[in-house]
């Protein structure tokens, strides 16, 4: 089965084609941060004009890499939610559009679990069961996954996610945006222990994750100690570098915590953070230690992509599932809603 997917959730435009046989045969992506620069931040009504610009050349482009024509897709699949529900709207009119004038079938895919599954692109990729960490832009949680669509929620952000946090802290110390990417690249260059940052949420039972407060200290020791230091530039290297020790540290308690509750031997990271080096070396020193297996997507496949779309489409599309053709798109969508497949080997 030959699949188009179509990721338009916030500002990001991918595509992909994935064959069933063959594995990923193209993905292209457009992104959106120079439109929103300026603004510090994403605009909702510009992200679904920069898609509608962008939705259907991205299509032929990656159709003519992929080396098909469209009348050998057997199915599209598309971001239905969560997400900006314009930008959502753009991807599911032209993907559903294109399965009508195809008279092929079209399935919505669940953001997140297209974030869970990409992992499950690499020659390695785990078997289930295993304990997932989703770490994107604005959700973190945990989940058990006993396979395709069979998902437990057992821990989740309760305000601000990791990815917000980082964005937010960076926006403070004018980073500039996306902040998030600058703010783990300016760590690099800080000094660990300069500053002491907590761990929230880790010194009470439960998986559950909370940032606002740590974005707040980040906020308040860069404030408090503005006046007196002259060297700006190692000031916020350093408060980066005690911002990410706090955010890694906090993850891996949780992570380890929620493999022991599972009993499980294997975790599962996807999602934008999890492209974050520091959060990688310290999984797999975890790992090392003690002896469970981690896995990533490859960096591409962390953030909004087109493929981890296609792939979980086509997934679900073999086992059958569609949905009739009217265009819908959910801002909000529980993932506990979604439907599992007939067997975790499907």
Known sequence: MI?????????????????????????????????????????????????????????ENVIERAGIGLQQLDGIAYTAGPGLIGALMSGAAVARSLAWALDIPAVEVHHMEGHLLAPLLEADAPAF??????????????????????????????????????????????????????????AESGRQGVFEFPRPMTDRPGLDFSFSGLKTFALNTWMQNQQ????????????ARAFEDAVVETLLIKCRRALDQAGSDRLVVAGGVGANQRLRLRLHQAAKKHRFTVSFPRLEFCTDNGAMIAFAGCLRLQAGQHQPPDIDARARWPMDELQPLASPDA
Do not use: N, W
């Open 129 to 186: 069961p295993f304990v997932a960490l989703l770490v994107s832009g604005g959700h973190t949680l945990l989940a058990h996954v006993e396979g395709i669509g069979s998902y437990r929620i057992i821990g989740q952000s309760l305000d601000d996610a990791a990815g917000e946090a980082f964005d937010k802290t960076a926006k403070m110390m004018g980073l500039g945006y996306p902040g998030g990417p600058v703010l783990a690249k300016l």
């Open 3 to 59: 699949v188009l997917g179509v990721e338009s959730s916030c500002d990001e435009t991918g595509l992909a084609v994935y064959d069933s046989e063959a594995g990923l045969r193209a993905h292209v992506l457009h992104s959106q941060v120079e439109v929103h620069a300026e603004y510090g931040g994403v605009v909702p009504e510009l992200a679904s004009r920069d898609h509608i610009r962008f939705l259907l050349p991205l299509a």
């Open 228 to 239: 007196d230091t002259k060297d700006q530039d190692q000031l916020r290297a350093d408060i």
